[in-house]
């Protein structure tokens, strides 16, 4: 089976701008989260999704923003970047979305802001 | 509020030698652990995870951990470390109210020297 795939796995962008990151969950898997991985702050939870629902959501700014399409492939967009939007976006997928499930993750995208 | 810490920032062990990376955490309710690695460049891999039922679990690549209920502890070990072994280690729980969020501590080189 596929692992979960993420794309781009690099991106660069200005200040402002807006970000688009792809993730494509293991085939047969329903619940797919996302996280931000920086140097300082480690890795933080920014939401999940379950059958195109937000079902949980971290501590981030409305500016991050997420949806789940009928097939569990996910996006997620930040708008209006800033500098410390630099950070490594993993993507993970589990199977029934439930607390004993194991979250698989993906390669993940590099954003840069400049 | 729940949290994972790692005490240790990084862990060097010559090869052959056990190893053994420290996890404690706090959650309410009965706590489900888990294990990832990451390699340079990589996302995370998963090792092993904690459930239920016998406090010693076995994973990958020779990997294992021990569940302490009294301690709060989730220590991941390894009887003979591989050069290989080399990557950062993370310990993260979730509890049965967090179905897509995962905790995570902030982390643990481990080097294994030849």
């Known amino acids: 089976k596929a692992g979960v795939t993420q794309t781009p796995r690099y991106l660069i962008k200005t200040r402002g701008q807006q970000v688009t990151l792809s993730c494509s969950p293991i085939?047969?898997?329903?619940?797919v989260s996302w996280y931000q991985q920086t140097p300082g702050q480690g890795l933080q939870f920014l939401f999940e999704?379950?059958?195109?629902?937000?079902?949980n959501k971290g501590n981030f700014p409305g500016r991050f923003s997420g949806r789940q399409f009928s097939n569990s492939r996910s996006e997620m967009n930040v708008s209006t970047l800033e500098l410390g939007d630099s950070a490594l976006y993993l993507c993970?997928?589990?199977?029934?979305?439930?607390?004993?499930?194991?979250?698989?993750f993906g390669p993940g995208t590099r954003l840069t802001v400049l | 509020a729940q949290s994972v810490a790692q005490p240790e920032d990084q862990v060097n062990v010559a090869e052959g030698n056990p190893l053994t990376v420290k996890c404690t955490y706090s959650?309410?309710?009965?706590?489900?652990l888990f294990w990832y690695v990451q390699y340079p460049n990589r996302g995370l891999q998963f090792l092993l995870k904690?459930?239920?039922?016998?406090?010693l679990v076995k994973g990958s690549y020779g990997f294992e951990a021990e569940f302490n209920k009294s301690q709060t502890s989730f220590h991941l070990k390894k009887p003979s470390a591989l050069v290989s072994d080399s990557a950062l280690y993370f310990c993260?729980?979730?509890?049965?109210?967090?179905?897509?969020?995962?905790?995570f501590g902030q982390g643990t080189t481990l080097q294994v020297k030849p």
């Open positions: 993970a997928s589990s199977l029934r979305g439930t607390s004993t499930d194991t979250q698989y």
């Open positions: 085939s047969g898997h329903r619940s």
């Open positions: 999704y379950f059958s195109e629902t937000q079902r």
């Open positions: 959650v309410s309710g009965n706590p489900y």
């Open positions: 904690y459930i239920t039922g016998d406090n």
């Open positions: 993260a729980v979730k509890n049965a109210s967090n179905t897509g969020k995962l905790i």
